[in-house]
């Protein structure tokens, strides 16, 4: 079993945790004024990155709340967690957050 | 005719290692720094910000479950209303949500030296007392049911689970119990 470290509890089993899809996705301002395209692009276009992965996380037999994640998606390696409004860190710049994919 | 209800046994009953405990007041209490401030002159409220600690006074506490989320319990007496209506004076116009949650949940408690153990047949998190010391609660999985996990001494757990799941909760413990050979 996966421990994933929430930013508000530490580490904890990965059963306690649910996935939120990619992390850093900016609601458009003023949606009326896209064409559909551009819509569906916001709404359904995501990276599926291979490699490290900003994603967002619920801690949600937990604290409850969500939080983002680097994660490699070719390993399951979390890199970091950080609060949401956090901005991205650089995996290379910090050591791993203890506790991930052990 | 239907039997009377009466006929559904209680929940689960006592034993060397698990009693129930009596009803209590519960309110659900999410409030920032300011509005906890506040309300501290109305309930027993943590002073540090620490996660997952529960803040005990006498038999009133108040346990963190998530940022600015807390459960408060009180004895039964003198009832929700009463304790809601001091909190709601207290806190005044600052923005808060205050709820009461005193029927949605029963409480019972795991006792004894195999406390932990018993418990981890159902549970992931590490509950050794250096990961989980005394004072330390959070919510999380027993098995396939929420509960609120409270550690009130090295060897005994105060735990909080939805009312319908708790002849779940409580059948499953016993199952694990029965086969510690240590636990009869
Ligand atoms: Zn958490």
Known sequence: MLLIS?????????IEFTYGGQAHLVRPADPSALDDQQWAEYLYMRTNTKGVHAERWRHARGCGRFFNALRDT????????????????????SEPTPGTAR | ??????????????????????????????????????????????????????????????????????????????????????????????PHALVDISHRQVAFEIHGPLAAQILN??????????????????????????????RT??????VEVWRSFSPYVTALLTEIAGALPAAH
């Open chain 1, 6 to 14: 929430c930013p508000y509890c530490g580490d904890r089993p990965e």
């Open chain 1, 74 to 93: 070719t390993t399951d390696r979390f890199a970091a967690t950080y609060k949401i409004g956090a901005a991205r860190p650089d995996p290379a710049a």
């Open chain 2, 1 to 94: 005719m239907l039997e009377p209800l009466a006929r559904i046994p209680p929940a689960f009953s006592s034993t060397s290692w698990m009693n129930p405990l009596p009803p209590a007041t519960r309110l659900l209490f999410f409030a920032d720094r300011a509005a906890r401030a506040a309300a501290a002159g109305a309930f027993p409220m943590p002073v540090t910000e620490e996660a997952c600690r529960a803040h005990a006074d006498g038999a009133r506490a108040c346990l963190w479950l998530g940022p600015d989320e807390y459960l408060l319990l009180a004895p039964a007496e003198p009832g929700a209303a009463r304790v809601q209506a001091a909190l709601t004076a207290a806190v005044g116009p600052l």
């Open chain 2, 121 to 150: 047949g159902a549970c992931a998190l590490d509950l050794d007392p250096a990961g989980f010391p005394v004072g330390m609660c959070t919510r999380t999985a027993l098995a396939k049911a929420d509960v609120v996990l409270w």
């Open chain 2, 153 to 158: 001494e090295v060897h005994r757990f105060h």
